[in-house]
């Protein structure tokens, strides 16, 4: 069995997809993350994110916040060839039989396309439904893309199904990619870097070890992750 990816809500895809079409108004901070792409990204897959809080975490406590959706760099084909018509714009291209946007990956994980993601939106759940909230990247979002091929790595060969998800842990200023198993107690945790103090980064923890090193990390200072 291999690693599954969920169906994100229809509102998260299209909050990411709204905020990143073209002539969409990105805030400065979104801006400057994108500063080395020639084109608005497209949404390649998306992970649910997950917040564990408290002074005895348990991951069945953990509440989904939002989601987070890595981000490819568009095709080169993406605007398509010119209109024969003269008169289409840029909304033509589905017209005329070229899908508007690039399919999302859901399901069974594989590593295609990971070489190619340039930065991640996150979407956080709100009043009214998802809503865009900003962009990351550098050295975050580099350990996100390493520890989901070291995901794939490991639980490759095994026969229980996991599904990849981010945990945040607000008090130690840090994230984890969780994979939830089918099974109850099979949980895995890799830590991405920073990692809380007491734990290293990548380093494979199981669900019995997490709340045994959280209580002996003490809370981290807050650290800036986009590069």
Excluded: K
């Excluded at 953990?62 to 714009?89: E, K, N, Q, S, T």
């Amino acid at each position: 069995m291999t690693l599954h990816l969920s169906q994100p809500p229809a509102g998260a895809l299209h909050a990411v997809r709204s905020a990143l079409a073209p002539g969409a108004a990105l805030p400065p901070s979104a801006a400057a993350v994108l500063r080395h792409s020639a084109d608005r990204p497209e949404p390649l897959l998306a992970l649910p994110v997950h917040a564990l809080r408290g002074p005895a975490p348990r991951l069945a406590d953990a509440d989904c916040i939002g989601w987070r959706f890595l981000l490819c760099a568009a095709r080169p084909d993406a605007a398509g060839p010119p209109c024969p018509h003269g008169d289409c714009d840029g909304a033509g291209g589905a017209a005329h039989g070229r899908p508007e946007h690039r399919p999302l990956v859901t399901g069974e994980f594989t590593e295609d396309g990971l070489e190619h993601v340039v930065a991640a939106a996150e979407v956080a759940a709100g009043a009214d439904g998802p809503v865009f909230s900003h962009l990351t990247a550098g050295p975050y979002l580099d350990s996100t893309v390493r520890a989901l091929r070291q995901a794939w790595q490991l639980v490759h060969p095994s026969h229980t199904h996991y599904e990849p998800r981010l945990l945040s842990l607000p008090e130690h200023y840090a994230s984890a990619l969780w994979l939830h198993s089918a099974l109850p107690g099979e949980d895995l945790l890799i830590p991405l870097a920073p990692a809380p103090l007491g734990m290293a980064a990548h380093q494979v923890l199981s669900a019995a070890e997490l709340p045994v090193r959280l209580a002996n990390a003490p809370a981290a200072r807050p650290t800036a992750l986009i590069g």
